[in-house]
């Protein structure tokens, strides 16, 4: 509180400087959070879009599965000669000091590497695509919803940083600095009433 800061010259002088360090702090965090915004919001647009793409995908997928099945009978074996796809790679990314993953795999796609085509069919080959590409965008929007939390999360947190600042911060630091100003304008009030008391009192002798 105001009231238990101790008048001075050295007081005042540190809470203008902490009331100068604040408002740059607020105006740093409102920039923090417009890009973090804008950030999130890219993001969202763009997995709304790839959500769409997923369910569609993983439509066909099933669908070209089922083709294969009825041309080829059940395709198990051919599904466990696919070895696991470990091209997948994580890096991360800053934004604004929030780390993002970025995910990385392996853009080839092989139809024809771990199943011979003598006993297989087409149906077989576009089933593969169809999953390698629900694996791909399902990937792809794994990454986009981990930004999204990430970002959110920082926005929170930066908000209540921001609301700190200048509904606790900033107040109290002005607050003090008025107070102080006011006990040292009366103090130099005193003084020189003082001093004229002591002058008068010199000329009258």
């Given at each position: 509180m105001a009231n238990q800061v101790a008048p001075t010259k050295n007081n005042l002088m540190a809470a203008k400087k902490s009331l100068k360090l604040a408002r740059m702090g607020y105006d740093l965090l409102g920039r923090k959070k417009n890009i973090l915004v804008r950030e999130i919001?890219?993001?969202?647009?763009?997995?709304?879009?790839?959500?769409?793409?997923v369910e569609q995908a993983y439509a066909e997928a099933y669908e070209a599965l089922q083709k294969a099945h009825l041309f080829m009978?059940?395709?198990?074996?051919?599904?466990?000669?696919?070895?696991?796809?470990?091209?997948?790679?994580?890096?991360?990314?800053?934004?604004?000091?929030?780390?993002?993953?970025?995910?990385?795999?392996?853009?080839?796609?092989?139809?024809?590497?771990?199943?011979?085509?003598?006993?297989?069919?087409?149906?077989?080959?576009?089933?593969?695509?169809?999953?390698?590409?629900?694996?791909?965008?399902?990937?792809?929007?794994?990454?986009?919803?981990?930004?999204?939390?990430?970002?959110?999360?920082?926005?929170?947190?930066?908000?209540?940083?921001?609301?700190?600042?200048?509904?606790?911060?900033?107040?109290?630091?002005s607050e003090n600095i008025k107070f102080i100003s006011d006990a040292l304008d009366e103090k130099d009030r005193e003084d020189f009433s003082r001093l004229k008391v002591i002058k008068s009192s010199k000329e009258e002798q």
């Open positions: 919001m890219d993001r969202m647009q763009e997995a709304s879009g790839i959500q769409e793409k009978g059940a395709c198990m074996d051919y599904a466990r000669s696919v070895p696991l796809d470990d091209s997948m790679q994580l890096v991360v990314h800053s934004v604004m000091g929030v780390e993002l993953p970025v995910i990385t795999m392996d853009e080839e796609q092989k139809t024809d590497l771990y199943y011979g085509i003598g006993d297989t069919s087409s149906q077989l080959d576009d089933a593969y695509l169809a999953f390698d590409r629900v694996k791909r965008l399902t990937v792809r929007l794994a990454e986009i919803e981990s930004n999204v939390l990430r970002l959110a999360e920082a926005i929170s947190k930066t908000q209540k940083r921001t609301n700190a600042l200048n509904n606790i911060m900033i107040p109290r630091l």
